[in-house]
């Protein structure tokens, strides 16, 4: 029986047990009575476990670089002050950081640091991808008033590495699945020890000694969330004995050296002691040594199982900020959290007006999109409710991922009766995403306020697929053009005062008032690098080098570069300019175009990231010299205050469409003078959010003879993309007036012909359908044609439609009731979108940028347009050769001509053939990177009509709501 019952004694719960029945065994066997004496408590040796736990987490982060090659954690430490124990506290979590493979960095600050330089420097992390993990080492040792509180609730809820911040804490407290982003480090680690040590909490009564928000609180928290019964004590607890001696699990912070005694513990009981303190100790070395709050050397003979102090819950600590740390880096560097949820669309018959359906949907909060998209809160800067730019750092951050599928969409040759090419772009995106349940963001062109108050109206789609608020999308949105606008029309104004100084000054007076404090400036050393003056100084140039250096002998025959506003005014077409008596008789004759025409904002279209768009700025080429060489932004020293002015257009803007579904708005450049796409830094944003099994929808401007080759062969060519499938848009309507149908006048009802089943009239128009659909394939991309259909249009017109299309060699063509219907009128579209990216591609440019200026405008016009050739005027030639000389024979081509037929004559419908293309002139945008042939005269400045849009547009004073647009 002795054997029996005394191994059974040695388990907490069976030790009252054990000692009656061997009371009784004694005295019915007549044997004297002994005295049981229970065994030491288990040491729960918290350095054990943290170092195996550290072994694990370096595991964890070689597993990560097998998905992503680049992964390294990375943890920014704050210090303020130099307090030596904050000090050794910093040195063991580097090393332990260290061992692991977490990268640290040190951000030291003064003890004359402010709060408010604290918090700029916390809000610089959590703006910086690199950085992961955020720890402000407290207290802050500084001569200034600080509010810890405030400043550790300024750290992002996912960098919050130490899990102080009042979101971490309080989503703890919270009765639901979902648990804190990032857990206290302390409590977190005494959970991680009462696991590793085989402890069951489900059911058991848990006493918490201490109710601090760092360990007390959110230890209750874990033991709640671990099925236990929780009891919280502290100073002010009464029987506080009592209640410990019920604990079958007791962890204690409250801060008190040797608090709990032997007498308070439940024999067995699992205490976890938190505490660390230095008490008198004459038999150490020091005097001091550290105790817990637990009498440890009394507690373990009662207790189960007991943390000792230290090396017990201190190192569990540290390796749960390590381990916070890599968590933190996975979330924002590995995990997959896209969860965009679409928003409900009930279609009305008959469809409303654009602005009614806009205003019958209420959009996202943008922030909640973006959270949705697993934007991180540090990557987005909201401009209100509506709109918020993305910052270019969600690139850094998502380098390793892979890209989505790429689709353009470009439509055949425009008629005024339109096709709806924006319109299928966000409808074809919300098919993707509010239906079939694909990550799909699409990315649009910004649209000018020219036509918006002009004659066109708006360009946020229609109907129910449209871009929401469409007023905001429409005016202003976050200021793009404005700072172009600007930047483009200092670069103007440089000009002018630079040829007026130079008119008026010496070379050495010119030269005394060029350099400043007796040094070059940046832009200046780019100079003399340019003109082969290899010195430094300026006392060092000679008299020749000081007039090569300070005269730009700027041709004014020769200047390209106008000003710019983003309204038609037809009477700024051609202007005098220097007409005050203060200018001294300088006056010239120029222009004013739109903003939208500016090679900035092909600049910034084309551009890939700031520093790309700083190089593309010093590149611009605004005139020649007398001498025949260029002149460029670089020259006239104004290169980089066109990138501080344009600094935040670098980052596209973030909005939503009718049905919830993300769009990127950035960038707006002509289609004729300019390629006619969004920017190359939407797409690329939108492809690495949307990754490997998601879908990216670009839109190219004007027919896709224009707008897709230029996509192709200049956008593409810069931005490293490889598209997946076109879709190519096209109405019964339109390809009823490409064969022969008759002449439509805006504000006159419709032809007959356009309005009754016509097949005759319809197979004659699907010629130029058929070009742009062997177009398209000549890049080696599958086409998918969208036929947009209209109530008008007959199930034999749309049938003829399809046939002629497939034919052609589309890879399917499908109706569409998108502008009726939403998203589920494209539905069909999408799948076979999705199916046409699965196919084999070879995508390939039309011509290689090494053959000659002739030869790749020539390979344009008779591979594209159809032509027998080309024919160069005298003033072309003379640019040809210009260009080549001057190294300009390289870039690519962008061909500015009618957007209404395959030729220049804008008249020719269909697709026509016999003719040959005339070459008027050839401009250069060096900056933007391309030349641009000119078939004709190119209006760059729009006029107003007799009744523009701007006669219905107003605001309600109460309500604040625009009225008029569409």
């Known amino acids: 029986f002795f054997c029996l019952v005394f191994p059974i004694a040695r388990g907490c719960c069976m030790l009252p047990l054990a000692r009656v029945c061997v009371s009784l065994f004694c005295t019915r066997a007549r044997v004297p009575k002994f005295t049981v004496h229970r065994s030491m408590a288990t040491i729960i040796d918290g350095r054990k476990h943290a170092a195996e736990l550290r072994v694990k987490l370096k595991e964890s982060i070689l597993q990560a670089r097998v998905q992503s090659p680049n992964f390294t954690p990375r943890l920014a430490i704050v210090q303020v002050g130099s307090r030596e124990d904050s000090s050794v506290y910093i040195r063991m979590k580097k090393k332990a950081a260290e061992e692991v493979g977490v990268e640290t960095r040190d951000h030291h600050l003064s003890n004359e640091t402010t709060q408010n330089e604290v918090l700029a420097l916390i809000e610089k992390l959590n703006s910086d991808p690199s950085v992961h993990g955020i720890l402000v080492q407290v207290p802050l040792d500084t001569k200034h008033p600080v509010d810890e509180h405030l400043l550790l609730n300024s750290i992002l809820p996912e960098k919050d590495v130490d899990g102080?911040?009042?979101?971490?804490?309080?989503?703890?407290?919270?009765?639901?699945?979902?648990?804190?982003?990032?857990?206290?480090?302390?409590?977190?680690?005494?959970?991680?020890?009462?696991?590793?040590?085989?402890?069951?909490?489900?059911?058991?009564?848990?006493?918490?000694?201490?109710?601090?928000?760092?360990?007390?609180?959110?230890?209750?928290?874990?033991?709640?969330?671990?099925?236990?019964?929780?009891?919280?004590?502290?100073?002010?607890?009464?029987?506080?004995?009592?209640?410990?001696?019920?604990?079958?699990?007791?962890?204690?912070?409250?801060?008190?050296?040797e608090f709990v005694k032997k007498e308070w513990i439940k024999p067995g009981a699992v205490v976890i002691d938190c505490g660390m303190s230095s008490v008198p100790d004459a038999s150490k070395k020091s005097g001091q040594r550290m105790t817990g709050d637990v009498d440890f050397e009394g507690v373990k003979q009662v207790a189960g199982m007991i943390t000792p102090v230290p090396g017990g819950v201190g190192p569990m600590t540290v390796a749960m900020l390590i381990k916070n740390t890599i968590e933190a880096a996975k979330a924002?560097?590995?995990?997959?959290?896209?969860?965009?949820?679409?928003?409900?669309?009930?279609?009305?018959?008959?469809?409303?007006?654009?602005?009614?359906?806009?205003?019958?949907?209420?959009?996202?909060?943008?922030?909640?999109?973006?959270?949705?998209?697993?934007?991180?809160?540090?990557?987005?800067?909201?401009?209100?409710?509506?709109?918020?730019?993305?910052?270019?750092t969600v690139l850094d951050r998502l380098r390793d991922r892979p890209d989505g599928k790429y689709f353009v969409v470009t439509g055949i040759t425009p008629t005024p009766l339109g096709e709806g090419k924006s319109t299928t772009t966000v409808g074809?995106?919300?098919?993707?995403?509010?239906?079939?349940?694909?990550?799909?963001?699409?990315?649009?062109?910004?649209?000018?306020?020219?036509?918006?108050?002009?004659?066109?109206?708006?360009?946020?789609?229609?109907?129910y697929a449209q871009v929401i608020p469409m007023e905001e999308f429409n005016l202003h949105l976050t200021g793009d053009i404005h700072a172009i606008t600007a930047a483009n029309n200092l670069l103007a104004a440089a000009i002018d005062a630079r040829m007026f100084h130079e008119a008026t000054q010496s070379d050495k007076a010119l030269f005394r008032r060029l350099i400043k404090d007796d040094t070059f400036c940046p832009s200046q050393l780019k100079r003399l690098q340019k003109l082969g003056i290899d010195k430094t100084q300026p006392a060092e140039l000679t008299d020749e080098?000081?007039?090569?250096?300070?005269?730009?002998?700027?041709?004014?025959?020769?200047?390209?570069?106008?000003?710019?506003?983003?309204?038609?005014?037809?009477?700024?077409?051609?202007?005098?300019?220097?007409?005050?008596?203060?200018?001294?008789?300088?006056?010239?004759?120029?222009?004013?175009?739109?903003?939208?025409?500016?090679?900035?904002?092909?600049?910034?279209?084309?551009?890939?990231?700031?520093?790309?768009?700083?190089?593309?700025?010093?590149?611009?080429?605004?005139?020649?010299?007398?001498?025949?060489?260029?002149?460029?932004?670089?020259?006239?020293?104004?290169?980089?205050?066109?990138?501080?002015?344009?600094?935040?257009?670098?980052?596209?803007?973030?909005?939503?469409?009718?049905?919830?579904?993300?769009?990127?708005?950035?960038?707006?450049?002509?289609?004729?003078?300019?390629?006619?796409?969004?920017?190359?830094?939407?797409?690329?944003?939108?492809?690495?959010?949307?990754?490997?099994?998601?879908?990216?929808?670009?839109?190219?401007?004007?027919?896709?003879?224009?707008?897709?080759?230029?996509?192709?062969?200049i956008k593409c060519r810069y931005s490293g993309l490889r598209p997946s499938a076109v879709c190519l848009v096209a109405t019964v309507r339109a390809l009823k007036m490409h064969g022969g149908g008759p002449e439509v006048t805006p504000g006159t009802p419709l032809p007959k012909e356009y309005k009754e089943e016509?097949?005759?009239?319809?197979?004659?128009?699907?010629?130029?359908?058929?070009?742009?659909?062997?177009?398209?394939?000549?890049?080696?991309?599958?086409?998918?044609?969208?036929?947009?259909?209209?109530?008008?249009?007959t199930p034999a017109e749309i049938a003829l439609v399809q046939k002629l299309a497939k034919e052609a060699g589309a890879f399917d063509a499908v109706p569409c009731s998108h502008w009726a219907d939403g998203g589920a009128g494209a539905v069909k579209l999408a799948e076979a979108m999705a199916k046409a990216a699965d196919e084999p591609s070879n995508f390939q440019f039309l011509?290689?940028?090494?053959?000659?200026?002739?030869?790749?405008?020539?390979?344009?016009?008779?591979?594209?347009?159809?032509?027998?050739?080309?024919?160069?005027?005298?003033?072309?030639?003379?640019?040809?050769e210009a260009y080549t000389k001057q190294g300009f024979g390289q870039l690519p081509i962008c061909m500015a001509k009618t957007q209404y037929s395959f030729s220049h004559d804008a008249n020719l419908k269909g697709a026509p053939r016999g003719f040959v293309v005339p070459i008027r002139d050839i401009r250069a945008s060096v900056g933007a990177g391309f030349l641009y042939p000119l078939c004709g005269e190119m209006s760059t400045m729009p006029g107003l009509p007799t009744r523009p849009c701007f006669f219905d547009i107003t605001i309600d004073p109460v309500t604040k709501q625009v009225q008029g647009l569409y």
């Not at 607890?237 to 007791?250: F, G, H, K, S």
């Not at 973006?370 to 910052?391: F, S």
């Not at 509010?434 to 004659?455: D, V, Y």
């Not at 570069?561 to 006056?587: A, C, Y």
Request: proline share 4%; net charge neutral.
């Open 164 to 257: 102080f911040s009042a979101i971490n804490v309080g989503r703890l407290a919270q009765k639901t699945s979902e648990k804190p982003v990032l857990i206290n480090c302390t409590p977190n680690g005494c959970l991680y020890l009462l696991e590793q040590s085989g402890v069951k909490l489900s059911g058991k009564h848990a006493v918490v000694l201490g109710r601090s928000n760092i360990v007390g609180r959110p230890m209750a928290q874990l033991l709640l969330r671990a099925d236990a019964t929780v009891t919280i004590c502290h100073s002010r607890t009464e029987n506080i004995a009592d209640i410990v001696r019920q604990a079958d699990v007791l962890v204690v912070a409250i801060g008190k050296p």
């Open 428 to 463: 074809l995106v919300q098919a993707l995403g509010a239906h079939l349940q694909r990550k799909a963001i699409a990315c649009l062109r910004q649209p000018s306020q020219g036509p918006t108050f002009g004659i066109k109206g708006g360009a946020a789609g229609g109907g």
């Open 332 to 392: 924002i560097e590995l995990q997959e959290k896209w969860s965009v949820t679409s928003l409900p669309l009930t279609p009305k018959r008959p469809v409303p007006s654009d602005i009614d359906i806009a205003r019958s949907q209420q959009p996202k909060h943008i922030s909640l999109l973006a959270h949705e998209m697993a934007i991180l809160p540090g990557e987005l800067e909201p401009y209100g409710a509506d709109k918020a730019k993305v910052k270019l």
């Open 545 to 713: 080098e000081i007039t090569r250096f300070a005269r730009l002998d700027i041709d004014p025959a020769t200047i390209t570069w106008q000003r710019v506003m983003d309204i038609n005014d037809r009477f700024l077409r051609k202007i005098t300019v220097g007409q005050s008596p203060t200018e001294k008789g300088h006056t010239r004759e120029t222009q004013f175009d739109i903003t939208v025409a500016s090679e900035l904002m092909a600049i910034l279209a084309l551009a890939t990231d700031l520093e790309d768009m700083m190089n593309k700025m010093e590149a611009i080429v605004v005139a020649l010299d007398k001498a025949g060489n260029a002149v460029t932004a670089c020259d006239l020293g104004v290169a980089g205050a066109l990138a501080v002015l344009m600094k935040d257009t670098i980052a596209p803007t973030l909005m939503q469409t009718m049905e919830g579904t993300p769009v990127f708005v950035h960038a707006g450049p002509f289609a004729n003078i300019a390629h006619g796409n969004s920017s190359i830094i939407a797409d690329k944003v939108a492809l690495k959010l949307v990754g490997a099994d998601g879908f990216v929808v670009t839109e190219a401007g004007f027919g896709a003879d224009m707008g897709m080759e230029k996509f192709f062969d």
């Open 847 to 880: 011509y290689d940028l090494d053959k000659s200026i002739e030869q790749k405008i020539e390979t344009i016009c008779k591979e594209i347009y159809r032509a027998d050739g080309i024919k160069l005027s005298d003033l072309a030639r003379q640019k040809v």
């Open 758 to 793: 016509n097949l005759e009239l319809l197979e004659k128009g699907c010629s130029n359908l058929g070009q742009h659909i062997d177009n398209a394939r000549k890049f080696g991309v599958p086409v998918v044609v969208a036929i947009n259909i209209f109530s008008s249009d």
